[in-house]
C-alpha cells in the first residue's frame, strides 16, 4: 500500500461507500430546519457545508466510476452497500428544496430532474444486482436498515415536486402534483415491504451486536421524510391530483410523525445495547451520517407537520428536535474533519523497531 498523500487519497476514493451523499442529506435538512426556525445566518453556513459536499461528493462519484469501476460493480451487487446509492437521490432533492427557499426555483427544478430520472433507473436496478440476481439463498440474511434509503430517494422526489408545484402553472403544475402524490406513494408502500424484510431478518437470523449498525436509523428518517413530503403536498396548489390525496395523505402523515417519534426510544435503547452494553467502540464512521439525517429530518418534518395541519404541539416538538440535532451534527463533523487528518492527510506513523534482547 502507497504512503504517499497520491496514495491515500486514491485508496480513500476506492473505498468511498455509496453512502457518504447522507452528509448532503443531514447538512441539507438542517439548513432547511434552520431557515424554517428564523435562523437564518446559521442556515446559510449549514446551506454552504453542503453545496462543498455535494459537488465534493459528485466529483469524488464519478472518478471512482472511471478509475475504479470494479469497486461500483461490487457495491451494486452488495444487498448491504448497493442501497446506499439511493443517497445521492436524497441528497440531490434536500439540496434542492433547500435551494428553493431562496427562490432558486430553475436550479432546483433541474436537480429534481437528475434525481427523479435517477430514481427511477436505480428503482428497477439495484433490487435487480442486489437482491434478485443473487445465487446465495437467503438474501433476507442481508436485510439492513440502508434498504429504507430507497424510501427515503422517492419521498425525496415528492417532496422536491411539491415544493415546485405551488410556483408552476397549468400542464407543469399538473404534472408536478403526479408525480409529487406517485412517487410519496410509492414511498410509503416501499416502507412496508422494507419494514418486512428488515423485521424478517431481525427475527429469523441472529442479531449480533455489531449488526444494530447506524443505518437502521434510517427507518425513523423513512418515516420523517414521509412526513415531510406529505405536509409539503398538502401544502401544494390546487390540481386534480392535490385534490383527490390531499386528505388522505394529510391523516397518513400525522400517523407516520407517530411511527418515527415511537421508534426514537427504540433506536436510543439499541445503541445503548450495542455501544454501552456489548461495549462495541464508538468512532467515525462514514454511516453516522445515517442517523444525524433522520434527527435533522424529524425535526423538519415536525415543523412541517404543524404548520400545515395547525398542530403547534408537534411543531414545539420539532423545534426542540432541531438543537438535538445540530450538536450532533457538529460532532459527528468534527469526528469526520479529524478521521480524513488523520487517515489521509497525515502519513501514517512509522513502524517503531523491535529492541533488541541479546
Keep these: 500500500m502507497s504512503e504517499s498523500l497520491a496514495g491515500r487519497v486514491q485508496q480513500a476514493v476506492r473505498g468511498l461507500t455509496p453512502g457518504y451523499f447522507a452528509l448532503v442529506m443531514a447538512s441539507g435538512i438542517l439548513s432547511i430546519g434552520m431557515h424554517l426556525a428564523g435562523r437564518v445566518t446559521m442556515s446559510l453556513a449549514l446551506l454552504v457545508v453542503c453545496g462543498i459536499a455535494y459537488v465534493s461528493l459528485v466529483v469524488l462519484t464519478l472518478w471512482r466510476l472511471m478509475a475504479y469501476r470494479d469497486a461500483i460493480v461490487d457495491d451494486f451487487i452488495d444487498p448491504g452497500r448497493a442501497f446506499g446509492f439511493f443517497t445521492f437521490i436524497a441528497g440531490t432533492n434536500v439540496f434542492g428544496v433547500r435551494l428553493a427557499l431562496d427562490g432558486l426555483h430553475t436550479v432546483t427544478a433541474g436537480l429534481l430532474a437528475v434525481a427523479a430520472l435517477t430514481w427511477v ?164 464512521e462514514a454511516t453516522l451520517w445515517s442517523i444525524i439525517f433522520p434527527l435533522g429530518m424529524y425535526a423538519a418534518a415536525g415543523l412541517y407537520l404543524g404548520r400545515a395541519d395547525h398542530l403547534p404541539i408537534v411543531s414545539g416538538i420539532g423545534h426542540g428536535e432541531l438543537w438535538v440535532a445540530f450538536a450532533a451534527w457538529v460532532l459527528t463533523f468534527v469526528a469526520m474533519v479529524r478521521n480524513l487528518v488523520r487517515t489521509v492527510a497525515l502519513p501514517p506513523p512509522a513502524s517503531r523497531p523491535v529492541p533488541d534482547r541479546d
Design 121 to 284: 433507473v436505480l428503482g428497477y436496478v439495484i433490487p435487480w444486482t442486489a437482491v434478485l440476481s443473487r445465487t446465495q439463498r437467503p438474501v433476507i440474511t442481508a436485510a439492513n436498515g440502508t434498504w429504507f434509503i430507497w424510501v427515503v430517494a422517492s419521498q425525496s422526489v415528492a417532496a422536491s415536486a411539491a415544493t415546485l408545484e405551488p410556483m408552476a402553472t397549468g400542464y407543469t403544475r399538473d404534472v408536478l402534483a403526479v408525480v409529487a402524490v406517485f412517487s410519496w406513494s410509492v414511498g410509503v408502500f416501499l416502507y412496508a415491504s422494507a419494514g418486512v424484510f428488515v423485521a424478517a431478518r431481525m427475527l429469523l437470523y441472529e442479531l449480533r451486536p455489531i449488526d444494530l449498525s447506524p443505518p437502521y436509523w434510517v427507518a425513523m428518517g423513512a418515516a420523517a421524510i414521509t412526513v415531510l413530503a406529505g405536509a409539503r403536498i398538502v401544502e401544494m396548489a390546487d390540481a386534480p391530483m392535490v385534490a383527490a390525496t390531499r386528505g388522505l395523505i394529510s391523516g397518513a402523515s400525522v400517523v407516520f410523525w407517530a411511527f418515527a417519534t415511537w421508534l426514537i426510544p427504540v433506536l436510543v435503547a439499541a445503541g445503548w445495547w450495542r455501544h454501552w452494553r456489548h461495549h462495541i467502540p464508538l468512532g467515525y
